[in-house]
């Protein structure tokens, strides 16, 4: 658009149509990791900038866990004001090239918009990318900062919880340091997102923003060993001598079905797989160090957004293997023993997952795996029908007598959900926590009930997402800000 | 930050290092470990904590150069510094006054088994220990278990020095000879641990083995590390590395570390090809 725009009527930026994210085909995106989504050109973002109708009561707003400005980063956009774009923009949200790849969209800010009710509501995940991708591409200027408050805050997990939450105390003038377990920050976003869907080096220029506010990392630090809770809050016992602790240590435990050959080899959890392929590089091997093995046939247990990336993962890898030995394409399987309406990932991840090749087996449960020479060499299944809804008011899936059946696969992936790791609990006392191993904290302030800690993300809600776990350190860093000014 | 103060060569392939990590140093206590990548594209690789100064801020390994990621850390030398450096992971040993105990060290497992030694006998237990190699060049550390020790044993597979046995045969010798003997640790190769727990089971000796399995995150976060200990599923990272080897279904562990042979003998082969040159 190089022409001077003009003033668009509502009918006329009502006939805009959304403009689709261009993507890498799908035949052709199964055989590398690079990132699918391609992102907008300026043109696509302009355009698309344009549809948005700037409503009075811009009820997108409210669906955003951490409240972005959204009419006004895209009203700068459209007028090409993009450092007011990228200011309206981060003044809510330290993380916009994430949040902008990762967030569900879907269900939270485009959901609001008043286009959705007649149509398709304006695209403003692809939007915060842009902007958030146009900001990295100048290079990111820090914000001025206010005069430190002399207070020290302590924030365990550099995911997505602990680095909003660090950034925003960061900003009011606090001085935090991220206590992170593993070698590399980022938390989920590092370990568990595939580098197609959120590449490591977006991660690493979002955590370099952060460390420009002042924050300190401190990495492989895991609290509960290197440092308890207690110790972190106690100026006796060392130097550290925190005023507060904020705990975005995630739910990193993986879960098991229980079932018989679950330890032959060949069978993986999620996490272990997703963190070799990930965190640890697995797909460059032997250029990188770390070894992953898929096999010709995969079946990967479950149906959230982890088993999606596993899945895609085991399908790039094997297509990969494939094609340098010349050899039948693999075969991955998702299996879920509810039907296509409960599964928990989102629609646009299924959708990218079937695209790519990935068979859908519904409404069907393992029971057994077996093994020969210590190696799995089939999975036994039984058919699922649903029953009543259960507690989560989803419909219960029965087993139907009689119609297990076996299934060809020499790789399993277990995605079946993660609950807090209880490391970080040593050496706690006071900090109550559910039947479910999480933390209990206030819904709004993230108030435990141990005095000066604070918690947020899935260590509270159990395995949940990126941009609700945002919100919650961001409320979190606003009372804890509250509490050290002493109001 | 985690630099390498010292080293020393035991054999063509077991090597010492001192590391710096004052905060690790502060909290380590025997039995535990830590994970290190030598590289940044390197694995994370658990070693076992051969000893540790909290005054110094220092941490001792001993490793056996078997594949890739420990050839590249035997190449390091004092002034270089390890990429990450993780810990003190798992539980520590289970320190208590017993009585008389037996700790048995194999090979590169004399590392590991140093400090429990020096700890049960600092609780008060009287200490006999066994150490033993295949050969008299993989031996180290006599002297040191010795000042540790109340009784030492010293044996090699092959004879080439002081007794020739293997390990499980001194220990089958005191446990007839002695009806007092309270508990025994045994550290070293999975095969070594096995046939020692075997040993000790018709006597009922509580015997206590420290298990070696593939570790990725080692806290508890992914599940590679996965035995079976008395039928239930345990993690090795977080559940151990101690357990005990009567209940260990020592099969499951051998075929688990077994997974990545070709990727391992593939990684190390490049590795080879590429430093042939460098002296080492």
């Given at each position: 658009m190089s022409e001077p725009i003009k003033e668009l009527?509502?009918?006329?930026?009502?006939?805009?149509?959304?403009?689709?994210?261009?993507?890498?085909?799908?035949?052709?995106r199964r055989k590398n990791f690079f990132e699918v989504a391609l992102g907008y050109s300026a043109e696509q973002a302009r355009e698309e900038a344009e549809r948005c109708l700037q409503c009075k009561k811009p009820t997108c707003i409210e669906g955003c866990p951490v409240e972005v400005r959204i009419p006004e980063f895209i009203l700068a956009l459209r007028s090409g004001d993009m450092p007011g774009a990228v200011q309206a923009l981060k003044s809510k949200n330290n993380l916009p090239a994430i949040c902008g790849r990762v967030c569900p969209q879907e269900t939270q800010c485009e959901i609001n918009c008043v286009l959705?009710?007649?149509?398709?509501?304006?695209?403003?995940?692809?939007?915060?990318?842009?902007?958030a991708d146009w900001e990295l591409g100048q290079g990111v200027i820090p914000p001025e900062l206010p005069p430190p408050t002399g207070k020290k805050v302590a924030v365990v997990g550099a995911g997505p919880a602990g680095l909003t939450c660090a950034a925003d105390l960061a900003r009011m003038g606090h001085q935090v340091t991220i206590f992170?377990?593993?070698?590399?920050?980022?938390?989920?976003?590092?370990?568990?997102?595939p580098e197609f869907r959120l590449p490591k080096k977006i991660v690493l220029a979002e955590v370099n923003y952060v460390k420009s506010l002042g924050v300190e990392l401190r990495l492989n630090a895991v609290i509960g060993k290197l440092f308890t809770l207690d110790e972190l809050l106690d100026e006796l016992l060392n130097e550290q001598g925190y005023d507060a602790v904020f705990l975005g240590t995630g739910a990193g435990l993986p879960m098991f079905m229980n079932i018989p050959g679950e330890n032959y080899n060949g069978v993986y959890s999620a996490n272990e797989f997703l963190t070799r392929v990930n965190l640890m590089k697995g797909y460059l091997f032997p250029e990188w160090d770390t070894p992953v093995k898929v096999g010709k046939k995969v079946a990967v247990v479950g149906a959230g957004n982890v088993a999606m990336d596993a899945a895609r993962c085991a399908l790039r890898l094997g297509t990969i293997r494939a094609l340098e030995e010349g050899s039948e394409l693999p075969e991955v399987h998702i299996v879920y023993r509810r039907s296509r309406a409960e599964m928990p990932a989102r629609a646009e991840e299924v959708e990218n997952a079937q695209e790519e090749g990935v068979i859908f087996d519904l409404l069907t449960n393992p029971v057994e795996i077996y093994g020969k020479d210590g190696w799995v060499s089939g999975m036994r299944c039984i058919r699922m029908e649903l029953g009543e809804p259960d507690a989560s008011g989803r419909r219960q899936p029965v087993p139907i007598p009689g119609s297990e059946f076996d299934m060809d696969v020499d790789t399993v992936i277990?995605?079946?959900?993660?609950?807090?790791?209880?490391m970080?609990?040593?050496?706690?006392?006071g900090l109550e926590r559910t039947k479910h191993g999480t933390v209990v904290a206030d819904e709004i302030t993230g108030r435990t009930t141990k005095a000066r800690v604070w918690a947020g993300g899935d260590i509270v809600t159990g395995a949940a997402t990126v941009i609700s776990a945002m919100g919650a350190g961001k409320r979190a860093a606003a009372d804890i800000d509250r509490f050290l000014r002493g109001e | 930050m985690y630099e390498i103060l010292e080293k020393e060569i035991f054999s063509d392939v077991t090597k010492l290092i001192v590391v710096s990590a004052p905060d690790v140093a502060r909290k380590a206590q025997a039995g535990q470990f830590i994970v290190i990548r030598v590289v940044d594209e390197g694995e994370r690789i658990p070693l076992t904590i051969a000893d540790f100064d909290r005054a110094q801020g220092t941490l001792t390994m001993v490793f056996q150069e078997v594949g890739k990621s420990t050839m590249h850390l035997g190449t390091l030398r004092p002034g270089d510094a390890l990429a990450s450096l993780t810990g003190p992971l798992g539980r520590p040993t289970e320190i208590e006054h017993y009585g008389t105990v037996i700790c048995v060290g194999g090979g590169v497992g004399i590392a590991p088994v140093y400090p429990i030694a020096r700890e049960l006998r600092a609780a008060g237990n009287h200490v006999i220990s066994i150490i033993g190699a295949r050969t008299k060049d993989l031996l180290f550390w006599e002297d040191k278990m010795g000042t540790v020790s109340d009784e030492l044993i010293v044996c090699t597979d092959d004879g080439s020095y002081k007794r020739k046995a293997l390990v499980t045969e001194p220990l089958k010798e005191l446990l007839e000879q002695r009806d007092n003997v309270a508990r025994v640790w045994a550290i070293g190769p999975a095969i070594m641990m096995k046939f020692c727990s075997l040993t000790t089971k018709p006597f009922g000796v509580?015997?206590?083995?420290?298990?070696?399995?593939?570790?990725?995150d080692a806290t508890g976060m992914c599940g590679a590390c996965r035995v079976e200990v008395g039928g239930k599923t345990k993690f090795v990272c977080v559940d151990g590395p101690e357990f005990d080897g009567h209940q260990v279904d020592w099969d499951l562990l051998l075929a688990r570390q077994r997974i990545y042979l070709p990727e391992e003998k593939l990684a190390k082969e490049k590795f080879l090809a590429e430093h042939q040159t460098c002296a080492r």
């Open positions: 009527t509502t009918k006329e930026r009502m006939a805009i149509p959304r403009h689709e994210m261009p993507r890498q085909e799908a035949m052709e959705a009710k007649k149509g398709k509501p304006v695209a403003i995940g692809r939007l915060e990318r842009y902007v992170e377990a593993l070698h590399a920050p980022g938390g989920v976003l590092m370990y568990g997102i277990m995605a079946l959900g993660t609950r807090p790791n209880p970080v609990f040593t050496a706690s006392g | 509580p015997t206590i083995v420290s298990l070696n399995s593939i570790m990725v």
